[in-house]
């Protein structure tokens, strides 16, 4: 069916995929149950239907019924998640060359969005976002996140309801679906592979573990921006404060950046910066500017503000947002020092997965701000990169290094 041109796909073609995916989905669920959930799990059907008017899933008690025009958005919404999981590691996926095209290269997508619903006010190609089979670090975690992740959630969910005995309904208390999702986030990471230690932090299995762990959250997110209620909104911002609670720091890193929308602003503000010791360098948000023109002066500078210095062979970095510094809008420079000795891989691989970019910096510079050797380098570049220094990357480094030093040259993003 994945060869099989969409235009040319039947009614009938359209009805088998949705049921081969809620099967499917219904498979890795059972394979996670204890034997007495899986004994009751056997006499439930899980079937799509036809309803705009109802919740995306309900059930009676006997049959989960998951919404046709829900399952679409939840496969869709899976397979965002799962591109972008590839893309946040540094993957590029075969695009066309186009300047329409190129922002979809190597930059996640649910973060930029107001409003996950935008997603579907326009159908774009699926080639845009669909993994290559052939790539399995793509097409793996983002089969898993569509499978196990946004559709398995939403069925885990409405299982909850009837292991716990809840009364058949399409709404539910806070409580009741609270601990409902209580029981789909454990039937999920029952399934999900073991979470990483060190050194497999980036291998194909936390990859699907991360798309696993982020999709309660996009699905939750997504319910909240289709919701026409406030009441509604309310229920859903609960449910996400619990999940969150419930999956504790596993949700930090990783999944978090993949769901939580990013600070956009459009908002100049002005900036004072302060120091101790007059740096030798400075940049704001990626522009080097000269010290003593910038000492005393106010700044107007677009938020969020990426501050970074150097004086002799120590370093600042000060971030902040529209809200940041003092009153009069003031930041003072602290420099520190190189981190000393050689870094141990599974301690670069901590910083990026918490996403201390400037101690990664640290760990892996030399006082002239290039790569300690070549093992560090790419955890280098990455952390200039992520520090807004895309221009001060030597494109020699390696193609990645190209490309974002390209991309930080002005009008760069438009190549």
């Not at 995929?17 to 004994?39: I, V």
């Not at 003593?292 to 902040?320: C, K, N, Q, W, Y």
């Not at 050797?373 to 990169?385: C, G, I, N, Q």
């Not at 030597?394 to 190209?402: E, K, N």
Request: hydrophobic share 45%.
């Amino acid at each position: 069916m994945q060869n099989k041109p969409p235009a040319a796909w039947t009614q009938a073609d359209f009805e088998e995929f949705e049921d081969a995916m809620l099967a499917t989905t219904r498979e890795m669920l059972a394979s996670g149950m204890t034997a007495s959930e899986q004994k009751r799990f056997a006499r439930m059907v899980v079937r799509p239907i036809d309803d705009d008017n109802g919740p995306p899933a309900w059930t009676d008690g006997t049959t989960v019924y998951v919404s046709k025009d829900a399952l679409s958005q939840l496969i869709a919404l899976g397979m965002y998640l799962g591109r972008d999981l590839y893309v946040l590691h540094h993957g590029e996926l075969p695009i066309p060359q186009s300047l329409l095209l190129t922002p979809y290269r190597r930059r996640t997508v649910l973060p930029l969005l107001n409003s996950i619903s935008e997603l579907f006010l326009g159908r774009l190609p699926q080639q845009l976002i669909r993994c290559p089979q052939t790539v399995e670090k793509c097409a793996g975690p983002q089969a898993a996140t569509v499978l196990l992740g946004t559709i398995g959630f939403v069925v885990a969910h409405e299982v909850g309801h009837v292991l716990a005995g809840h009364h058949a309904a399409k709404e539910h208390s806070v409580d009741e679906e609270v601990a409902a999702d209580r029981t789909a986030w454990r039937l999920l990471l029952a399934v999900a592979p073991e979470r990483p230690r060190g050194e497999d932090e980036d291998s194909l299995e936390s990859r699907v573990r991360t798309g696993v762990v982020a999709a309660p959250f996009a699905v939750l997110r997504w319910l909240r921006d289709v919701a026409q209620r406030d009441a509604d909104r309310d229920v859903v911002a609960e449910r996400a404060d619990q999940l969150r609670e419930l999956a504790g720091d596993e949700y930090d890193g990783d999944p978090s950046s993949l769901v939580e929308p990013e600070i956009v602003s459009g908002q100049l503000r002005s900036v004072r910066v302060r120091w101790s010791e007059e740096p030798d360098a400075l940049w704001l948000n990626g522009i080097r500017v000269a010290p003593r023109e910038a000492a005393g002066a106010s700044l107007r500078v677009m938020t969020p503000v990426r501050i970074f210095a150097r004086h002799g062979e120590r370093f600042a970095f000060v971030e902040m947002d529209r809200t940041g510094g003092d009153s009069s809008g003031a930041v003072t420079l602290e420099f520190m020092e190189l981190a000393a000795g050689t870094p141990a891989p599974a301690d670069l691989q901590a910083l990026r997965h918490t996403r201390q970019w400037f101690r990664l910096f640290l760990s892996t510079a030399t006082p002239l701000m290039r790569p300690r050797s070549p093992e560090v380098a790419p955890a280098f570049v990455d952390a200039l990169e992520r520090l807004g220094l895309g221009a001060a990357i030597d494109p020699s480094i390696s193609r990645l290094a190209r490309l974002w030093w390209s991309e930080a040259q002005p009008l760069g993003r438009w190549r």
